[in-house]
């Protein structure tokens, strides 16, 4: 496996001089290509903030990202909106689907922007409705999906582009435990299916052996603790 992801003492405050207030302090850390990685913490411990950073949403106060080996230009719109467009793939709390289109329609938007060539963009659209059981849903629009069909349709746009990192903020916190898990089981498969990098912010713990690496952070501080895999009958 290769390092896709890179972080270099990240820092984020807030405020300025005696008054700055710090979020993240100093985060360290790799990812290689096809690990599943989770990331736990009390509430306001700086998770929302430190995959915002990841997913180039939000600018850090010190240290460096790098993405595939090339330093993240926090400065440029344009670089930003690259990286976003072509290696990283979000999920988020609630799945965010433009409501006036369709399944297949929100889909085609994520593709076209990427730069997808038409028959390229069919066949990964067909390829994932059919991985992720949305055939049936392909013309619906979102106010006639489930919380669960909603989210897997926003797995499907995460991982349309075929992006090297995949970030998932809470993706289960609106389902019940049965579609939460389910959903997990599906980011987990398509991350490596595809060799994608992916961390996902959980409060579940429920979850966690089904990652490869837990990350908790505290206090704007990042470690690494074992995993709990379950025991073989």
């Known amino acids: ?13 807030y ?5 700055a207030e710090p979020v993240l302090r100093e985060v360290t850390l790799h990812v290689q290509r096809g690990e599943a ?4 913490g009390p509430s306001g411990s700086g998770k929302t903030t430190l995959l915002s950073i990841l997913g ?3 600018t850090p106060s010190g240290g460096e990202l790098h993405i595939a080996g090339e330093r993240v230009n926090f400065g440029s719109l344009r670089a930003l909106g690259e990286l976003r467009r072509t290696r990283l793939g979000f999920v988020f709390q609630h799945a965010q689907l433009l409501p006036f289109l369709s399944v297949e329609e929100n889909l085609r938007v994520v593709g076209r922007n990427a730069g997808l060539e038409r028959v390229a963009l069919n066949g990964r659209i067909n390829m994932l409705m059919q991985r992720l059981g949305l055939e049936a ?3 619906k629009k979102p106010d006639k999906l489930s919380g669960g069909q909603r989210q897997r349709v926003a797995i499907a746009r995460a991982m349309l582009h075929e992006p090297s990192i995949l970030l998932a903020d809470e993706p289960t916190a609106a389902l019940d435990w ?12 398509q991350a490596r299916e595809a060799r994608a990098a992916l961390i996902v912010v959980t409060h579940d713990t429920r979850l966690l052996p089904k990652f490869d690496r837990v990350l908790s952070i505290a206090d704007g501080c990042v470690k690494e603790t074992p995993t709990l895999k379950p025991h073989a009958n």
């Open 56 to 58: 180039c949403l939000l």
């Open 1 to 13: 496996m290769s390092t896709v992801l890179e972080c270099r003492k990240l820092a984020k405050h």
């Open 15 to 19: 405020g300025e001089g005696d008054l």
């Open 37 to 40: 990685c989770v990331l736990i």
């Open 178 to 189: 049965h579609n939460g898990e389910n959903v997990v089981d599906m980011l987990i498969a």
């Open 137 to 139: 849903m392909r013309g």
